[in-house]
């Protein structure tokens, strides 16, 4: 429910429930949108599973995705459907032990709550597996994405993670950053033309240090509460917002402007801002795995 309210308020709407005891609850989602015209059901799945740009498909690579929720099983199942690689999904953490012991995955995708056995302890069991399965990268699926909620995910073991709600661009990049070595890493780097083309005409030592300091910002917005002062929120966005938009993460500096009307006209920031810290999230993978090249 927190996730959907979030996504209601970042498109400046309002979702209402109403529960009648023994009969179950309705819920009522409002939102402001422009008529589509022409559009068919078949249109819509292309949007959803647009690969990122360059990269190819991983017909040998297999993930498994460890998540409690349906519908989140069914976004995973789409969002990697284009890179072609085999995954298996899973409802729980024992079960994802259970397949991890297994061997022969390249990649787990880890939620972090679920029944039976949570995303943390799952993974400080399969590290005590022993073997090649103990170090399969695992990357954790979490809607906390403070600094000391990661911390707690990397002392369990896990490599890195996606926040939650899904990003296609930032989950396919962190696939292909972690699921297939050096083939993997290069084809991260094909999707930011804007980047290539300032790499090539000032150099990479430069461009490597504008990247830092763009990720250092975009750390910042990550540790920084929604409930900050709407005023801090939007300085933050604007000074974020030029830099992302000069070095091509497009996404990132369209969602700090949204923070910045938002705070211009009054309106709650909030939900802005927790897409901002979404589309920051997607960004640093394609990022940090720049300055690790």
Request: charged share 20%; net charge negative.
């Amino acid at each position: 429910m927190a996730i959907s309210k979030r996504l209601v308020e970042a498109m400046d709407g309002t979702i209402e429930v109403w529960s009648e005891l023994d009969h179950g609850s309705t819920f009522e989602v409002r939102v402001n949108l422009p008529a589509a015209e022409g559009l068919a059901e078949a249109d819509l799945l292309p949007a959803m599973a647009t690969p990122v740009q360059g990269a190819g498909p991983l017909p040998t690579v297999r993930v498994l995705v460890a998540e409690d929720v349906p519908v989140n099983q069914e976004l995973v199942r789409l969002m990697l459907a284009p890179l072609g690689c085999e995954v298996v999904v899973v409802g729980d953490g024992e079960q994802a032990l259970d397949a991890a012991a297994s061997g022969g995955f390249d990649l787990i995708l880890m939620d972090m709550q679920m029944p039976v056995l949570d995303g943390l302890e799952a993974t400080r069991m399969i590290r005590r597996l022993g073997g090649a399965a103990s170090r399969t990268p695992i990357v954790a699926l979490t809607a906390n994405v403070l600094p000391e909620q990661i911390e707690r995910c990397r002392r369990a073991g896990m490599n890195d993670h996606v926040a939650k709600p899904f990003v296609t661009e930032g989950l396919q990049s962190m696939v292909l950053k972690w699921a297939n070595g050096s083939a993997a890493g290069a084809a991260v780097l094909a999707p930011n033309p804007v980047l290539d083309d300032l790499t090539a005409q000032i150099g990479p030592g430069p461009i490597r240090g504008l990247l830092a300091s763009l990720d250092a910002q975009m750390v910042q917005i990550l540790s920084t509460p929604v409930s900050t002062d709407p005023t801090a929120l939007s300085r933050l966005a604007h000074s974020l917002r030029g830099a992302a938009g000069a070095l091509g993460y497009v996404e990132a500096a369209r969602a700090c402007q949204a923070v910045e009307t938002a705070q211009k006209a009054g309106a709650s920031a909030d939900g802005a801002f927790t897409a901002l810290q979404s589309a920051c999230s997607a960004a640093r993978a394609a990022l940090v795995q720049r300055l690790a090249a």
